[in-house]
């Protein structure tokens, strides 16, 4: 059987808050670790049907980014859903929740 190995490295400063995320997978082609500036990371467990999440963005992280990010993960999200269920219908509900978020927030920059 093959393995794979993920590691993450979060540094933090003095007051706890993340600085850097740098993280690496054994089956990357990528040689060295890479930079993130946030990252989600969830597993479900079976046994008590709950998601645990991991969610941390370093102090560089920009409201713009997050928001692309948060875009792009709810995308990939509905992707995912679909690929697992084909439920198409909700597929497309979530998918018109995410281009919805995504121009509110657009919105809401270019008021402020």
């Known amino acids: 059987m093959n393995q794979s190995r993920i590691t993450v490295d979060v540094s933090l400063n003095e007051g706890k808050v993340p600085e850097s995320i740098q ?3 054994t089956s990357s082609t990528a040689e060295d ?3 993130a500036k946030a990252m989600m990371l969830a597993f479900w467990n079976g046994q008590e049907k709950a998601a645990m999440r991991i969610d941390i963005w370093t102090k560089d992280m920009m409201v713009d980014e997050m928001a692309d990010f ?21 597929v497309a509900e979530m998918r018109q929740f995410a281009q919805g978020f995504y ?8 008021q402020g």
């Open 33 to 35: 670790a890479q930079p």
């Open 23 to 25: 993280w690496a997978a």
């Open 70 to 90: 948060y875009y792009q993960n709810f995308m990939g999200l509905a992707d995912s859903f679909e690929r697992a269920t084909h439920q198409q219908e909700l």
């Open 103 to 110: 121009q509110k927030f657009k919105a809401s920059q270019q």
